[in-house]
Every structure is written in C-alpha cells, then in structure tokens.
C-alpha cells in the first residue's frame, strides 16, 4: 500500500495541520506496517504556476517536442505519485478563507484531461477511483463547512472531479476560540481510524 502525504502549509516547524497528518500517517503505518509513504510538499517543492506553454503542453495532439516533456515533467511526476496512491493524507490550513496558492498550484499541475479526469458525453468523468483520502484541515478562526469555508469544501470537490470520492474531513478548525476541545476532537478520530476497520 502506498500513501501519499500532500503537505500544504507554509509553516515548517509548528503547523499544526502537519503535525495531525504526520499523526494520522504514523496510525496508518503502525495499521499496515508494510506501507509506503511518499511525501509531496507543496509549498516547499517549487512547484510552478501553469504558463501558456504548459497549456500548449497538456492539450497537445502531436508528439511533444523535447522542450515541452520538460515543461510538464513536474506534472508528469505529481500525476504519478497520486495514480499510484491507494491512500492520500492531505493536510491544508486555511489562508484568508481558502487554500494556500501553492495547493492550488499543486491541483492546476495533476487537473490532466486523459490521465486524472476524462470529457465525457455525460459530463467530466474523474479517473483515479478506489482511493481514500484523509482531509486535515486546520484554521484560526474560520469553520469548516460555513459559507465562508472556500477550503474543505473546495479540496473535496476537487479530489471527487478526480474520481476520489471516499474522503473524510477530520477539522482543526477555529482553534483561536476552540483549540483544545478541536485538538481532542481530532485526535480522538484518528484514534479510531487505528483501532477499527478501515476500508482501504
């Protein structure tokens, strides 16, 4: 089994979305002693934006030319990782209302018509199915699924565009009013998610 652990904080020594996912990965791991774990970070992979010649790139009918395999290279690498996840950790706090920039660089680069998703005549139909993702959303003072929540909701919308549909939100989220009872709260599920039965 592998996971891959998306990482999108800004923050590289107290976030506290990372420390839960590195929790959360660690129960994985003690569960299947034989997973492997991949570890992807956002903001700290330089990820590039999406350029025209990127686009030009992706919606090629032609055999790319060498310049434009290494303009998606990095793409090509992140599709990767995630096609060969059968679980994905992915941890986001909420900058402003939304996701960090470079978490939603990170989805414009692995958003792949013919590999993540395809057109169909019913509609976009995702491609990367019998996954589960594990979404660890953290906040100071914003909740998760208000009207003013443009993250959780955002990220799983997105990863069922790819056909990931099995997904559970475990919130972090106003821990400037609540961040005691949140904490326990989510550790206590990450508990369970250890001890019972999880269908991966």
Known sequence: MKILNINSSS????????????????????????AEVIERHTTYS?????????????????????AQKQIVSVSEQLVSELTQADVIVLTAPIYNFSVPASLKAYFDLVARAGLTFKYTENGPEGLLKDKKAFIIVS??????????????????????????????????????????????????????????????
């Open 11 to 34: 923050n590289r020594e107290t976030s506290v979305s990372t420390r839960y996912g590195k929790e959360l990965i660690a129960q994985l791991q003690s569960k299947f002693p034989s």
């Open 46 to 66: 330089d990820l590039p934006f999406v350029t025209d010649s990127m686009l030009g790139a992706f919606f090629s009918k032609e055999d790319l030319t060498d």
């Open 139 to 200: 906040s100071g003072g914003t909740e998760i699924g208000s009207d003013i929540d443009f993250a959780g909701k955002y990220i799983k919308h997105f990863l069922s565009f790819l056909g990931i549909t099995d997904t559970e939100i475990i919130k972090l989220d106003q821990l400037m009013f609540k961040a005691d009872e949140k904490q326990q709260e989510a550790s206590k599920r990450i508990s369970e998610i250890s001890t019972n039965t999880v269908s991966i």
